[in-house]
């Protein structure tokens, strides 16, 4: 069966980092686009960024252009997201995803002191 195993989230200082992983299998990886998408509290689901099945190509939404850095490792079917000088409003549960088809299970990350 298709599995995305988010892990890396916790509560994090603002100004601080993450690091985010999302192991996939169960499908060929390294066909697909893969997304990072979040839900903070009480709000809808928010497309964080994307990066091309051979990973020379990503996009990010505005708000973390310059703080979020999406990479893949195609030969560890992993995904991963770097999460530098996080804000509160960061705060949500974060999915990796292969739109529309395949979600992970979510990893909470908090922002607060």
């Known amino acids: 069966e298709v599995q995305l195993v988010e892990s890396g989230g916790g509560l994090v200082q603002p100004g601080g980092s993450l690091r985010l992983s999302c192991a996939a299998s169960g499908f060929t990886f390294s066909n697909y686009d893969m997304s990072w998408v979040r839900q903070a509290p009480g709000k809808g689901l928010e497309w964080v960024s994307t990066?091309?099945?051979?990973?020379?190509?990503?996009s990010n939404t505005d708000s973390v252009k310059g703080r979020f850095t999406i990479s893949r490792d195609n030969a560890k079917n992993t995904l991963y997201l770097q999460m530098n000088s996080l804000k509160p409003e960061d705060t949500a549960v974060y999915y990796c995803a292969v739109f529309p088809f395949y979600w992970g299970q979510g990893t909470q990350v908090t922002v607060s002191s």
């Open positions: 990066i091309n099945s051979g990973g020379g190509s990503t």
